[in-house]
């Protein structure tokens, strides 16, 4: 069973910067795309940024592109959400999300049908 357990949020003004870490156990994540997506109160889960487990294929939301950097350690099975430029509209709980993709979209990116959720993670950034 895929287990996900983010950390690093916090508290960070406006300008600055977070890095949020995502430990992923249970399976080979070969066959996974992993991501992140953020719920701000009172609005629907928004999808923020995906990534390939296997080719490293990456996808932004618009409003996160050029800020914000994901990446992976295979070898730790740990992903990374690298956030700069912070602004007060990504106040938000942050989610990792893994997706198991099947053989013929192996290669594929989604930014959607994730359906195994870490805990969240809760990050505030201060006008």
């Known amino acids: 069973q895929v287990q996900l357990v983010e950390s690093g949020g916090g508290l960070v003004q406006a300008g600055g910067s977070l890095r949020l870490s995502c430990a992923a156990s249970?399976?080979?994540?070969?066959?996974?795309?992993m991501g992140w997506f953020r719920q701000a109160p009172g609005k629907e889960r928004e999808f923020v940024a995906a990534?390939?487990?296997?080719?490293?294929?990456?996808v932004y939301a618009d409003s996160v592109k050029g800020r914000f950097t994901i990446s992976k350690d295979n070898a730790n099975n740990m992903m990374y959400l690298q956030m700069d430029s912070l602004k007060p509209a990504d106040t938000a709980v942050y989610y990792c999300?893994?997706?198991?993709?099947?053989?013929?979209?192996?290669?594929?990116?989604?930014?959607?049908?994730?359906?195994?959720w870490g805990q969240g993670t809760q990050v505030t950034v201060s006008s």
């Open positions: 999300a893994a997706k198991y993709l099947a053989l013929t979209i192996r290669f594929v990116t989604p930014t959607n049908g994730y359906d195994v």
């Open positions: 990534i390939n487990w296997s080719s490293g294929r990456t």
């Open positions: 249970g399976r080979t994540f070969s066959s996974y795309a």
